[in-house]
């Protein structure tokens, strides 16, 4: 029987550890390289370089001639063979009973307006045929508007020709004299507020026509 030295026993004690510590170094390698693929995958990022093309639109192609188009068009003839379909004309008559009656034009009389002519009697009496002067029986305001007095206007004077009717009314016949027309209304005032004494001849009321003179004041 073969007997195992001790040389021999530590020999086969060594070469299994062996083999266990180099397959757990490859191993370990193996771990290593795969963390290492993983790592690089999460650094790596892959770049995709994008180059701009500019695109030019072609301009479109210019239409055909005139000439070409002629050439291209088949000449097209208007002459028919044959001596083409007949017509015949018809005569057709239409008895009709209808019978049109004019209608009597109606007459219309219109009759021209007769218009009055209005006739303003100014007839009067002047102050000097009278028996006294007409008293003036209501206040005359004569005022000049603020726009004539912003102007630096002082005081004139407006004579107004004017009739007195045998009731003291006045009726303005005309402005004999206004230097400023923006007065008018303040003259128009004057003519619907005031009133005088009934002028009287001999005793008698009539009418009276004068030159009344009006001083305005600022």
């Known amino acids: 029987m073969y007997a195992i030295t001790p040389t021999q026993k530590s020999r086969n004690i060594r070469h299994p550890l062996f083999a266990f510590a180099l397959s757990l170094i490859v191993l370990t390698a193996a771990l290593l390289l795969l963390w290492l693929a993983q790592l690089a995958e999460h650094i790596v990022q892959d770049k995709v370089i994008v180059r701009e093309v500019a695109m030019v639109a072609l301009p479109p192609p210019p239409p055909p001639s005139i000439q070409q188009q002629q050439a291209n068009e088949p000449a097209q003839s208007l002459m028919v063979e044959g001596a083409g379909a007949s017509?015949?004309?018809?005569?057709?008559?239409?008895?009709?009973?209808?019978?049109?009656?004019?209608?009597?034009?109606?007459?219309v009389k219109v009759s021209t307006p007769?218009?009055?002519?209005?006739?303003?009697?100014?007839?009067?009496?002047?102050?000097?045929?009278?028996?006294?002067?007409?008293?003036?029986?209501?206040?005359?305001?004569?005022?000049?508007?603020?726009?004539?007095?912003?102007?630096?206007?002082?005081?004139?004077?407006?004579?107004?020709?004017?009739?007195?009717?045998?009731?003291?009314?006045?009726?303005?016949?005309?402005?004999?004299?206004?230097?400023?027309?923006?007065?008018?209304?303040?003259?128009?005032?004057?003519?619907?507020?005031?009133?005088?004494?009934?002028?009287k001849k001999e005793g008698e009321v009539v009418r009276a026509r004068f030159i009344w003179p009006i001083e305005f004041k600022p």
């Open 87 to 107: 017509i015949q004309a018809v005569k057709i008559k239409i008895k009709s009973k209808l019978k049109i009656v004019r209608p009597d034009t109606p007459s």
């Open 114 to 199: 007769q218009w009055q002519s209005v006739n303003v009697n100014w007839d009067a009496l002047s102050l000097n045929q009278l028996d006294g002067l007409p008293t003036l029986l209501t206040p005359v305001k004569a005022l000049l508007p603020k726009s004539l007095t912003r102007q630096g206007i002082d005081t004139f004077t407006v004579k107004l020709d004017v009739l007195i009717d045998e009731g003291g009314n006045v009726s303005l016949i005309e402005v004999v004299q206004n230097p400023y027309p923006s007065l008018k209304p303040a003259i128009d005032k004057i003519i619907k507020q005031s009133r005088f004494s009934a002028p």
